[in-house]
């Protein structure tokens, strides 16, 4: 039974695992969306929102060697502070989208969806509930 074991394995080891999602958040960061499948979609969603709220709170030097620790290019860690958390600001959490696709991969079915970063001015409203009269 897997009662309170939270993520997903991917059938990798636990480095490879975290290299995977590592290159995932740095493509994300540097081109604003990423084809992939919808586990590794939702998985990477909270990974790549943390490095955003790092660099939410402007540059400081400690929050730019934790988010240089987890990105691969340092240059995406600079758009990274200078774009993407001045962008996000007033933003209380909840930067990216996931949008599936109706067709799966063709070599294994797998069902796949393209993470990306939300607009300049895109808002998404929580799901409102319908009034019980």
Same mark, same amino acid.
């Given at each position: 039974?897997?009662?309170?074991?939270?993520?997903?394995?991917?059938?990798?080891?636990?480095?490879?695992?975290?290299?995977? &999602?590592? *290159?995932?958040?740095?493509? !994300?960061?540097?081109?604003? #969306?990423?084809?992939?499948?919808?586990?590794?979609? $939702? %998985? @990477?969603?909270?990974?790549?929102?943390?490095?955003?709220?790092?660099?939410?709170?402007?540059?400081? &030097?400690? *929050?730019?060697?934790?988010? !240089?620790?987890?990105?691969? #290019?340092?240059?995406?860690?600079?758009?990274?502070? $200078? %774009? @993407?958390?001045?962008?996000?600001?007033?933003?209380?959490?909840?930067?990216?989208?996931?949008?599936?696709?109706?067709?799966?991969?063709?070599?294994?079915?797998?069902?796949?969806?393209?993470?990306?970063?939300?607009?300049?001015?895109?808002?998404?409203?929580?799901?409102?509930?319908?009034?019980?009269?």
């Amino acid at each position: 039974m897997r009662h309170l074991k939270a993520g997903r394995k991917f059938k990798r080891s636990p480095s490879h695992r975290r290299m995977l &999602l590592r *290159n995932l958040a740095t493509s !994300l960061l540097e081109h604003g #969306k990423v084809k992939t499948t919808v586990a590794k979609a $939702k %998985e @990477l969603q909270p990974f790549a929102e943390k490095l955003i709220t790092l660099a939410k709170d402007g540059w400081n &030097l400690n *929050n730019f060697r934790r988010v !240089l620790a987890v990105v691969t #290019k340092k240059d995406v860690a600079f758009k990274l502070f $200078k %774009e @993407l958390g001045p962008r996000f600001k007033d933003r209380p959490g909840g930067y990216t989208r996931i949008y599936k696709f109706a067709k799966v991969r063709q070599g294994d079915a797998a069902p796949m969806a393209v993470i990306a970063l939300l607009g300049e001015d895109e808002i998404i409203k929580a799901p409102t509930r319908p009034s019980v009269v």
